[in-house]
Nanobody, 124 residues
Framework: QVQLVESGGGLVQAGGSLRLSCAAS????????VGWFRQAPGKEREFVAC????????YYADSVKGRFTISRDNAKNTVYLQMNSLKPEDTAVYYC?????????????????WGQGTQVTVSS
């Protein structure tokens, strides 16, 4: 099973940028689609973005489309989330997780356990 560790969060002003990383252990990382999710205080966890096994296909939630970019480097066993034009409503704990396909990631049929996540706070 692939273990995932998120990092790169922090405090940023509205309009700023952050790049999150999701580092995976295991030799089968490239076998999985990977998604980013977030959970704001008092809200349910929601889908943000996902990427196919070799990075050819991506899919985004409408709320982040055009501002966030997901990418992956299978040689480094890492998936990234570049977040630009951040808004206060992007404030949340961000998590990554794996799935067999993009569709299963989007619909929440996930393979991994939830990690600690990384906190992103956007001030107005």
């Amino acid at each position: 099973q692939v273990q995932l560790v998120e990092s790169g969060g922090g405090l940023v002003q509205a309009g700023g940028s952050l790049r999150l990383s999701c580092a995976a252990s295991g030799r089968t990382f490239s076998s999985y689609a990977v998604g980013w999710f977030r959970q704001a205080p008092g809200k349910e966890r929601e889908f943000v973005a996902c990427i196919s096994q070799f990075g050819r296909y991506t899919y985004y939630a409408d709320s982040v489309k055009g501002r966030f970019t997901i990418s992956r480097d299978n040689a480094k066993n890492t998936v990234y989330l570049q977040m630009n034009s951040l808004k206060p409503e992007d404030t949340a704990v961000y998590y990554c997780n794996t799935g067999r396909t993009l569709d299963t990631v989007v619909t929440g049929t996930l393979l991994g356990s939830w990690g600690q996540g990384t906190q992103v706070t956007v001030s107005s």
